[in-house]
């Protein structure tokens, strides 16, 4: 799946939200009374929404908007864009023209908080998840209540950390990769195939791709795409992970054209091995009690020990704690079939009612890296560990500089020179000054 797919199916799961052109906030405000320059930057935000092209409906829908000196509900369609861009500063600032606007029994207070928290702002986020908390009495109201709870604990943490602790703390120290490897669109994914090799995925040349670094003397050369896979995975690519000895190639394939509803379908996950002659076999989608139909697969990982090899994954499949859940299955190496065991959630200690995506496993640490949005975070998805003795022990949260306010996701260790490469829409000074795309940073001990 495109990294866009990707955003776009995290942003619409977490947020519940329907397409906002005419359902969510339209009937709020009258257009078709207003003036025709305002009413046409309306009916084009909303076509421009239900295509998907997030950023041109959020400047529309400003822009119209300010024609009506900050029309609050005008403004809040655009902060609804700019979230589901993950433009949180941009979002927190409609959201707070719209605030007065704001139903009271609404999930958009969440979003809200959410934005001011992820924009680095976790004083003013409390002061709003604390209005909804006051506030909200729906159905649901104790299960929002703990969310909102948590997210409050997670601004707290936030307001406590010292100002220095972006880049260096702790002992570490965090670094943007080079321009060579990330662009203004986004790379994630990373495979460190060993300490001068990195394959990751991007979106650099406008479809998601392979591609493959080498490190000299140090750094990071410029990346080209893999060679050597079938052409057929290159359609509708997610991530995927290379399993450690090389023969197998375990992807998911979205679907990026949205069916008659306007929803996306789910998202599969498929394999490509490689034959004796070093060539790779055309793909081949797993069995249907992986692939369980109408659910959805995201970010595989596979790894090997004592003869098995375990593939790990997010989905939603039924029977979670919320949202998507870590799963895990095996398979005997010297097996030629595909036959995993059934896959089983790895349990409430690492999933929680919010979702965990992105898992990396260290068999000889039984050490298991993931991220989360249902957890105390510093942002949005933080990364955090357990460790497996017979059952998944307590949770650690990686902390700063690898968590931020914003996004961090697909933490890859590299155990053996105590480095790691995370992924982040994060802003890094002049490098980046955008949360609406994921680079690549490396942490590295502070020296």
């Known amino acids: 799946m495109s990294y866009k797919l990707f955003a776009d199916y995290i942003f619409l799961h977490w947020a519940k939200l329907a397409p906002i052109g005419g359902l969510v906030l339209l009937v709020l405000f009258p257009f078709g009374m207003q003036g025709q320059s305002f009413a046409k930057l309306v009916e084009s935000a909303d076509q421009l929404w239900a295509k998907g092209d997030y950023a041109g409906a959020a400047s529309a829908y400003e822009q119209a908007a300010r024609l009506k000196q900050n029309q609050p509900e005008t403004m809040l369609l655009a902060a609804e864009a700019y979230y589901a861009l993950r433009d949180y500063a941009k979002a927190a600032e409609c959201y707070g023209f719209g605030e007065k606007a704001l139903p009271k029994n609404d999930l958009i207070w969440l979003r809200y908080g959410r934005s001011l928290k992820q924009a680095g702002k976790p004083t003013e986020a409390i002061e709003v998840f604390r209005k909804m908390r006051g506030n909200y009495a729906q159905a649901d109201r104790e299960k929002v209540a703990a969310i909102i709870d948590t997210e409050i604990k997670g601004c707290q943490m936030a307001v ?13 120290v965090l670094r943007r990769l080079s321009d060579s490897l990330n662009s ?14 990195l394959y990751f995925f991007s979106k650099a040349r406008g479809k998601t791709e392979l591609l493959r670094s080498l490190r000299s003397d140090g750094n990071w050369q410029s990346p080209q795409p893999a060679t050597g896979l079938p052409s057929a995975i290159w359609a509708d690519l997610g991530s995927g992970s290379l399993s450690p000895d090389g023969q197998r190639f375990y992807y998911t394939r979205c679907p ?38 109408g659910s959805t697969i995201l970010t595989p990982f596979v790894t090997q020990s004592d003869d098995i090899e375990r593939l790990f994954f997010a989905s939603d499949r039924p029977g979670g704690f919320g949202g998507l859940d870590l799963y895990g299955c095996e398979r005997p190496l010297n097996s030629e079939d595909l036959d995993f065991s059934f896959p089983q959630n790895v349990g409430s200690v690492v999933n929680s009612a919010g979702d965990e995506l992105t898992p990396y496993f260290d068999p000889a640490s039984t050490t298991l890296w993931f991220s989360s949005n249902g957890q105390i975070t510093l942002g949005g998805l933080d990364v955090f560990t357990s460790i497996y003795g017979d059952h998944w022990g307590f949770l650690t949260s990686m902390e700063s500089p690898v968590n931020s306010p914003a996004d961090d996701l697909f933490f890859v260790p590299n155990l053996s020179t105590q480095t790691a490469i995370v992924v982040s829409n994060r802003l890094f000074g002049p490098a980046k000054t955008s949360t609406r795309h994921n680079d690549l940073f490396e942490i590295q001990p502070l020296r």
Do not use: H, K, M
């Open 160 to 172: 406590q950390l010292p100002a220095s602790q972006d880049t260096v703390y702790r002992g570490l």
């Open 184 to 197: 203004p669109e986004n790379e994630f994914a990373p495979i460190r195939w060993n300490d001068d090799v």
């Open 256 to 293: 990026e054209e949205r069916d008659a509803s306007g929803a996306y379908p789910p998202c599969a996950l498929y394999v490509t091995r490689r034959a004796a002659t070093g060539t790779w076999g055309e793909p081949e989608r797993l069995r249907d009690y992986i692939n369980l139909p």
